[in-house]
Antibody, heavy 120, light 111 residues
Framework: QVTLRESGPALVKPTQTLTLTCTFSGFSLSTSGMCVTWIRQPPGKALEWLARIDWDDDKYYSTSLKTRLTISKDTSKNQVALTMTNMDPVDTATYYC????????????WGQGTMVTVSS | QSALTQPRSVSGSPGQSVTISCTGTSSDIGGYNYVSWYQQHPGKAPKFMIYDVTKRPSGVPDRFSGSKSGNTASLTISGLQAEDEADYYCCSYAGSSIYVVFGGGTKLTVL
């Protein structure tokens, strides 16, 4: 059974750096075709794709946020981390990690999400 | 403003069919057969419903179907049931510089 779980702080202050961790099981990120992505959803708003890391360590970022994002993986721990610098109240959202299958570019398994509030 | 355009809301009675449209451009929906759809109930994570425009993952009822014509993709739900009431999001691959675009979401109300 494939599962993903996000963890990280619920509250960060403006200008701080956010670090989120996605811990997964049921698959290996060293297997060809496996990818993990981060997607966020501000309260009452639409989904927004943030970043992706592939089995071969290729990384991709949202054009609008790429200067603030870093994605990385620890294959031995089955974890993917996302850092976002210079947090702002508009970054308040639920952050999801999801598995993406490269062949379909679709997000087949999602974590439950973690709500992050940016406030002083 | 989302890259893909969806109607804000649609509604239908139990047993009826509804179709949710998702309009993009030739750089996303029109250029690739990588359209997917997600169902999201309030307070829950999105659920994977359709991929590769028309394919259903295991466990998704065959009442859900996807299609595409030009730059517009569609999700059709037939035989509406109360549990289908949710938000639905379309998503498309958008090439090697944008990568992924989502629609703004459509709220489906089962009357």
């Amino acid at each position: 059974q494939v599962t993903l779980r996000e963890s990280g702080p619920a509250l960060v202050k403006p200008t701080q750096t956010l670090t989120l961790t996605c811990t997964f099981s049921g698959f290996s990120l060293s297997t060809s075709g496996m990818c993990v992505t981060w997607i966020r959803q501000p309260p009452g708003k639409a989904l927004e794709w943030l970043a992706r890391i592939d089995w071969d360590d290729d990384k991709y970022y949202s054009t609008s946020l790429k200067t603030r994002l870093t994605i990385s993986k620890d294959t031995s721990k089955n974890q993917v981390a996302l850092t976002m610098t210079n947090m702002d109240p508009v970054d308040t959202a639920t952050y999801y990690c999801a598995r993406m299958l490269y062949n379909s570019r679709a997000f087949d398994i999602w974590g439950q999400g973690t709500m992050v509030t940016v406030s002083s | 403003q989302s890259a893909l355009t969806q109607p804000r809301s649609v509604s239908g009675s139990p047993g009826q069919s509804v179709t949710i449209s998702c309009t993009g451009t030739s750089s996303d929906i029109g250029g690739y057969n990588y359209v997917s759809w997600y169902q999201q109930h309030p307070g829950k994570a999105p659920k994977f419903m359709i991929y590769d425009v028309t394919k259903r993952p295991s466990g998704v009822p065959d009442r859900f179907s996807g299609s595409k014509s030009g730059n517009t993709a569609s999700l059709t739900i037939s035989g509406l049931q109360a549990e289908d009431e949710a938000d639905y999001y379309c998503c498309s691959y958008a090439g090697s510089s944008i990568y992924v675009v989502f629609g703004g979401g459509t709220k489906l109300t089962v009357l």
